[in-house]
Nanobody, 115 residues
Framework: QVQVVESGGGLVQAGGSLRLSCAAS????????MAWYRQAPGKQRELVAG???????NYLDSVKGRFTISRDNAKRTVYLQMNSLKPEDTGVYYC?????????WGQGTQVTVSS
């Protein structure tokens, strides 16, 4: 059974940093692109960053230069290093793993940035 579990959220002051982790289990083959999404209260879920198996990356414009996505293929884990956090980064962050024609999501981890 495929599972995706996020960790690392929390409360931080503006300008601070957090590192999110997303671990995938139940998969014995190569994992393709993984991504982080976020959803703020009253807003739609949006793509924050994605990373291919070869570590090519893409970012939401508003997080470029502040967030860094990376992955450890051996551990089937993807990370999101978030620096210079802003109150508008507040939301629930979700890890997304497309695999075998199914989109797997984690339960989400709350990130709250206070001003």
């Amino acid at each position: 059974q495929v599972q995706v579990v996020e960790s690392g959220g929390g409360l931080v002051q503006a300008g601070g940093s957090l590192r999110l982790s997303c671990a995938a289990s139940g998969i014995n083959s190569r994992i393709n692109t993984m991504a982080w999404y976020r959803q703020a209260p009253g807003k739609q879920r949006e793509l924050v960053a994605g990373i291919t198996p070869g570590s090519s990356t893409n970012y939401l414009d508003s997080v470029k230069g502040r967030f860094t996505i990376s992955r450890d293929n051996a551990k089937r884990t993807v990370y999101l290093q978030m620096n210079s956090l802003k109150p508008e980064d507040t939301g629930v962050y979700y890890c997304n793993l497309p695999f075998g024609g199914i989109n797997y999501w984690g339960q989400g981890t709350q990130v709250t940035v206070s001003s």
